[in-house]
């Protein structure tokens, strides 16, 4: 059996509470013998900065590139608001998602039918809700450059941000989108500012054309990103796949996580490019919410999107779909078996803690596999 590289990086807050879980959920596979790991681990974030005075190391992040997948917890938290602009945790993972040019951002927002009544909609609103959120990861306002602050000779300060765009960079991630699309609804909605960005107008102009190119087959829609945040809250089930740039996808994502029941829903996957010679993907999977340090070591924490982060691994980057879809199944099991954390806690249901939440869904996911 080949054995796969995991690098996992838990990074700060309740980071490492939800990292444990998924440690619990590979030593199912590990037990069962359906995969073996190569299991490393290391520090991101504002753990890295404590240690190593940087938000990463270059050995983290040589690490990461000759890892089959990367799994990170959440990084930041108010203990480093007074590091350095560049030393900051979030530096890290950005540097990871650049380095290894991660630029294709998968975030499925799924409700799960036992979770309707957590949302903040209506159940019918978000009741067997499936859409899939295709965020551009490695262009954009978050990198492009200038970005500074500079001071003005009247005493003011003037800050800059560019927000940048290059045809290969849109056709790439449409590319992404339609492939997705394919396999799933056959619809794809992009979404952009055309009128009043130059790079809302190309966007649209690239994803057009891309469409155009052998894509004719899936349902292409425009929409401005102000008018798709507002359709997201007012009848998210009419997405499909939503495709759409760096900082729209960033919002619009925590907009359709709450669709879902909670922030601690929500699971990503980071992809980079296929290489040609070994049809591999460079791949980093994480949960859409932060550190939350708030509840921060205290047990609390909802380790469901970590979880299913993992799942996208086994589907995307392990070459184990039917093994993803199981681990997904052991979760709506243990929701419709009524255990909830805090953040996704009805009155009636059976409230855990983060390592009972985990041992519950390990324990389904044995189960499911036994079966
Ligand atoms: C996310 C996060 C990050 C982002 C932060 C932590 C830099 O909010 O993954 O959505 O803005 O991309
Ligand atoms: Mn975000």
């Not at 490393?40 to 240690?51: F, M, T, W």
């Not at 040589?62 to 997948?69: I, M, P």
């Not at 979030?90 to 036992?114: M, T, V």
Request: one cysteine or more; glycine letters at 10%.
């Amino acid at each position: 059996m080949a054995t796969h590289k995991l690098l996992l990086l838990p990074g700060d807050g309740i980071g490492p509470e939800v990292m444990a879980e998924v440690r619990r959920v590979l030593a199912v596979i590990e037990r069962k013998g359906l995969i073996a790991f190569e299991i490393d681990e290391d520090l991101v974030g504002g753990s890295a900065y404590d240690v190593h005075g940087k938000a990463i190391s270059d050995e983290a992040v040589a690490k990461a590139h000759a890892a089959d997948a990367v799994l990170l917890g959440a990084v930041g938290g108010p203990k480093w608001d007074g590091v350095a602009y560049e030393h900051r945790p979030e530096a890290g993972l950005l540097r990871l998602r650049k380095d290894l040019e991660l630029f294709a951002n998968l975030r499925p927002a799924i409700c799960y039918p036992a979770l309707a009544d957590a949302s903040a909609l209506k159940r019918e609103l978000v009741d067997g809700l499936d859409l899939m959120i295709v965020r551009e990861l490695t262009g954009g306002v978050y990198f492009g450059e200038p970005k500074e602050i500079t001071d003005l000779p009247n005493g003011q300060k003037r800050a800059v941000d560019t927000q940048v765009y290059e045809t290969y960079e849109i056709e790439r991630i449409a590319e992404v989108a339609f492939e997705l699309a394919r396999v799933r609804g056959n619809r794809v909605t992009s979404a952009e500012k055309r009128n009043v960005m130059k790079s809302g107008l190309l966007w649209n102009q690239v994803v057009t054309a891309t469409h155009a190119q052998g894509y004719e087959d899936v349902k292409l829609d425009h929409m401005l990103a102000d008018a798709l945040g507002m359709q997201l809250v007012r009848a998210p089930k009419q997405f499909d796949v939503i495709v759409t740039d760096n900082l729209f996808g960033d919002i619009l994502s925590d907009v359709a996580s709450m669709l879902t029941g909670s922030l601690g829903m929500l699971p990503s996957a980071s992809l980079g490019a296929e290489d040609p010679v070994t049809g591999k993907r460079k791949a980093l999977y994480e949960p859409v919410h932060g550190s939350a340090p708030d509840i921060a070591g205290k047990g609390v924490a909802n380790p469901l999107a970590m979880i299913a982060s993992l799942a996208m691994a086994l589907k995307y980057s392990l070459g184990k779909p039917d093994l993803a879809d199981t681990l997904d199944r052991a979760i709506a099991a243990v929701l419709a078996n009524g255990y909830r954390t805090g953040d996704i806690y009805v009155e009636g249901a059976k409230r855990v803690g983060t390592a009972e939440m985990g041992e519950a869904v390990a324990a389904a996911f044995d189960k499911l596999l036994a079966a």
